[in-house]
């Protein structure tokens, strides 16, 4: 079918064809404009008035054209195609946004994140010029802040505020770390008890797992890997690993696994900068690893693991698990990680729900290998099952995302040959 | 001679340079600026914008006179008197440059006249008609322009095949020219020359002239150049020029095939090139690009931390407007202020009639994927246009759907150069279709085209009718 040119109004019936919106081959709907035209009176676009396919384009750029003349031929859509055209369907982005358009709030400023628009690369955010100097002289990142005027637009007394909001949050955050209130308890009532004060590890370690817990919400990845291959090489390199000052445990070879996977799965490996609401993805791999220590839990950090081999990595754990121990290790060493593995199989246990080391989004919790029974091939067969849980940070890594990880984790581990545990 | 010892060195008295040194002076710097010609003011004075306005206005009396016929005030034909045109565009010059010489007096800014080449990071050698002197400078800032560029097949070193610098010159009225390149300095050299009765012909190698600018803004200078050229030709490539007695032999390759014509005089406007060559740029740490051009921060800083560049010689758009305010921004950051350059910068084509647009244009927002809204008013609905016998004009509005803020403004028809600030204003201060659609502009102007376009944008301008309403 043809869609033409329809009368335009009263007095005007031909125009200039100015842009022209669809080419062949295009999926139009209906009402979507199809072409513009310019005349005396008006520059408007012409909108199709059916649904299909573009099987030619009759008019070019610059045409003088009349009411009746062939614009496009059409090859009719069925009833569904048109609705199914990508785009149609989404959801119109306009609520949050509209937001900005609010007038000015009676009363204090409200906390917390209020909707900016979208920023455009290369455009500075809606504010007068004299207000983006003042900004800059002051070290404002005028993106921050959401303006009231017409448009998002930033006036200076919404700059005022943001540095109100600014100096507010500076002046209370240390009121907010007051202590808690004292212990309404009195253990003492049922039995003896001994007060220590608690270590600078256990309070960090308080602190860090609170705040996790509160601001992360977790989701538990629950699995199990069939190990009964590894453990054989396992009985086979591990005297040889020994001889060399290493120590061939399951760890490095989870740890391995993780390295051949996590590349692959980049939001495991990104973090969530809360104020500026963007995904930082690290192009590194670095995992630290929990070693339960005397004083309390401590995570060193692996570098490159990617680069490394199973034997390298081991003679890596060793060294560092040492040092840990012995309290020997700096802030370096326990900084930069994109991911943690925490093995508690080496004590026992079976799955568990570790908490996420905070900015990294996922963890890795491993516990004991156990012979179990399991069907192969229609036949019963003792095998090594070792119970892994994937942790993951539901703000950045949605449920998809994490199970594909912890599946494909899985695979590596059970395929890892001979030849990767043996030593060069 | 004892080295000169400078708080700050200009290199070029243009439009960037002569801004710089005159605001640091004011900001209370001990300033030397150097430039190479005796007369200051750079391309944009002497050998660009200014005599290329003075000519279009001249000359576009004649088209002027002529329509007027058609309302009944008819005049005899012209007599053109080429010396005496010249040396009215000259005098206009003159008096600008002797303007600005006298505005760097009252500042006591100091004038060297020579070239300037660095020795190295801190010292530069200026050649003067009294001799070497070395200035050691605390810092530099590098205004020193573009100049034409003529490829060689094309240049024949024969003064009939002229650069934009020679034909501002108007030596003569040529019988017949050729323009070589549809860009904006080729179209108002073109419509120069077509006033004072030359034969012009324009050959562009692209698919349109006034690349990069939206069709629809090209479209009434199309129209013009068709009607006032004698031919204009797209897709069409200059293969040889070669002397032929007083005239040049020229071939083309176009989409008709190659063809071979004489000319009287052949202008090449294919492009400009960065004058970043023989200063001894090699003896300090700036960094050029691939073209030539300077590499520079969003201070305007190069890669030598006591260099500044700003201009055509840093690339991007080519225009005085921005050199200048590249000056300013160079100016604050050296006196330790956080100023970057991220100005909108309009831009001004001076054809029949004038294209002139700011910020983001319909065509770059489609190329970055950006989802933006076009308004748009003919000027045919204009009652100012109308009444001025100029309705062949637009005003468009390139709009962020979500804010209505405005991002872009383009305007062709006559006097759009005048018009484009209010749109720079407006983007600028983050004005949004519905502050302009509110703000009242006087009847009947052409200013109001602005106003109504914005008014297309919601569906209810006076003087239109659009198809399309904005859902509210």
Redesign the interface.
């Known amino acids: 079918m043809d869609i033409r040119l329809p009368h335009l ?1 009263e007095d005007s019936d031909s125009g ?1 064809v ?2 022209i919106f669809v080419k062949q081959g295009d999926v139009v709907e209906v009402d979507q404009a199809l072409i513009e035209i ?10 199709s008035t059916a649904a299909g396919t573009v099987t030619a384009v009759h008019v070019k ?2 045409d003088e054209i009349r009411a009746g003349t062939r614009i496009v031929s059409l090859e009719p859509a069925s009833g569904q195609a048109a609705s199914s055209v990508p785009g149609a369907a989404a959801p119109p ?2 609520e949050p ?2 937001q ?2 609010i007038p000015p709030r009676p009363g204090p400023p409200p906390k917390g994140p209020v909707a900016r ?2 920023p ?1 690369e290369g ?7 004299s207000i ?2 003042m900004a ?2 002051l ?1 404002i990142d005028l993106a921050r802040l959401a ?1 009231t ?6 006036v200076l007394g919404d700059v005022r505020e943001y540095i109100q909001q600014l100096q507010q949050a500076g002046t209370a955050a240390p009121e907010q770390e007051a202590r808690p209130s004292k212990l309404a308890v009195d253990f003492s009532k049922w039995g003896p008890v001994e007060k220590t004060p608690a270590s600078k590890v256990r309070r960090i370690i308080a602190e860090r797992m609170s705040e996790s817990w509160a601001t992360v919400p977790h989701v538990f990845q629950f699995g199990d890997a069939d190990i009964t291959e590894l453990m054989e090489h396992r009985r086979k390199y591990a005297p040889i690993y020994k001889e060399r000052g290493a120590r061939l445990t399951l760890t490095p070879m989870v740890l391995r696994a993780i390295a051949l996977t996590l590349p692959a799965h980049p939001k495991l490996n990104s973090s969530l900068d809360e104020a500026s609401a963007e995904i930082v993805a690290k192009k590194y791999f670095h995992v630290g690893i929990a070693v339960d220590t005397e004083a309390g839990l401590v995570v060193p950090v692996l570098r490159d693991v990617e680069q490394k081999s199973v034997f390298e990595l081991a003679e890596e754990i060793e060294n560092i698990a040492e040092r840990a121990r012995e309290r020997k290790l700096s802030r370096e060493d326990m900084q930069g990680g994109t991911f943690t593995l925490s093995n508690q199989g080496g004590i026992g246990g079976g799955h568990f729900t570790p908490i996420i080391n905070k900015p990294e989004v996922a963890i890795l919790g491993m516990g004991r290998g156990r012979k179990q029974p399991r069907l192969v091939e229609g036949a019963l067969e003792d095998r090594v099952l070792l119970p892994l849980v994937l942790s993951h940070d539901h703000r950045v890594v949605d449920g998809a995302d994490g199970v594909r990880f912890l599946v494909n984790l899985i695979a590596t581990l059970e395929g890892l040959s001979e030849a990767d545990i043996k030593p060069d | 001679m004892e080295p000169i010892k400078a708080e700050l060195v200009v290199l070029g008295a243009g439009p960037g340079g002569y801004a710089a040194a005159f605001y640091a002076a004011d900001l209370g710097k001990k300033v030397i600026l150097v430039e190479k010609e005796s007369r200051l003011g750079g391309v944009c004075l002497n050998h660009g914008c200014i005599p290329s306005k003075a000519l279009l206005y001249a000359t576009g009396l004649i088209g002027e006179a002529r329509e007027s016929a058609e309302r009944g005030i008819a005049f005899s034909d012209p007599e053109i008197d080429v010396a005496k045109l010249r040396s009215w565009k000259d005098s206009v010059i003159h008096k600008l440059a002797t303007g600005v010489g006298a505005l760097a007096d009252r500042r006591g800014v100091e004038v060297l006249t020579g070239r300037g080449h660095f020795e190295g990071s801190g010292v530069l050698r200026v050649e003067t008609e009294g001799g070497q002197r070395f200035i050691e400078f605390e810092n530099v800032i590098v205004a020193l322009g573009s100049r034409p560029s003529i490829p060689k097949a094309l240049d024949l070193g024969n003064r009939r095949v002229m650069t934009s610098n020679e034909a501002l010159e108007v030596e003569m009225i040529p019988e017949s020219l050729l323009v070589v390149g549809g860009g904006y300095i080729g179209m108002e050299m073109g419509t120069v020359y077509a006033a004072l009765g030359s034969r012009v012909v324009l050959v562009e190698a692209l698919d349109s002239i006034l690349q990069g600018i939206d ?2 803004l090209v ?1 009434p200078v199309l129209r013009y150049a068709k009607e006032h050229f004698d031919e204009l030709r797209i897709r069409t490539e200059v293969r040889k020029l070669a002397t032929k007695g007083k005239q040049i032999e020229v071939t083309t390759d176009g989409t008709d095939g190659k063809t071979t014509e004489l000319y009287d005089r052949v202008l090449v406007s294919v492009g400009r090139r960065p004058n970043s060559d023989d200063l001894g740029l090699g003896n300090t740490k700036v960094e050029l690009d691939e073209r030539g051009f300077i590499r520079v921060d969003g201070q305007q800083r190069t890669a030598d931390s006591n260099i500044f560049a700003i201009g055509d010689v840093t690339g991007g758009v080519l225009l005085a407007h921005k050199a200048s305010k590249e000056a300013r921004v160079a100016v604050e950051a050296l006196v330790g ?4 350059f ?2 909108v910068i309009p831009a001004v084509v001076f054809t029949h009639p004038e294209v002139a647009w700011c910020g ?1 244009t319909e065509t770059e927002a489609l190329d970055r994927g ?1 989802a933006v809204e076009v308004a ?3 000027w ?2 204009s009652g100012r246009a109308i009444s001025v016998d100029k309705p062949d004009g ?1 005003t468009k509005l390139v709009i ?1 759907p ?4 405005i ?1 872009g403004m383009g305007i062709v028809g006559v006097g759009a150069g005048e018009l484009i600030s209010e749109g720079v204003a407006l983007i ?5 279709a ?2 302009l659609a509110e703000t009242v502009h006087p009847h009947p102007t052409l200013s109001e085209t602005l106003m109504e376009a914005a008014e ?1 944008f919601y569906g209810h301008a006076t003087h ?5 309403k904005r859902k509210q």
Not at chain 1, 38 to 47: F, G, I, L, R
Not at chain 1, 149 to 154: E, K, N, P, V, Y
Not at chain 2, 464 to 468: F, P, V, Y
């Open positions: 109004g200039t100015g842009a310019e005349s005396d009176k008006a520059v408007a676009s012409v909108p750029e610059g982005p306009e946004l509209r900005v358009t628009p979208t455009i455009i500075p955010p809606a504010a007068s010029p983006r100097r800059r002289a070290g303006g005027g017409h448009g998002g637009r930033i | 069709s629809d479209r202020e956080s100023s970057i991220e100005a983001l950006i748009k008013f003919p045919a609905a637009l962020e979500e804010t209505e803020r991002l600028e201060m983050g004005g949004t519905r502050d297309m239109a009718t659009s198809r399309q």
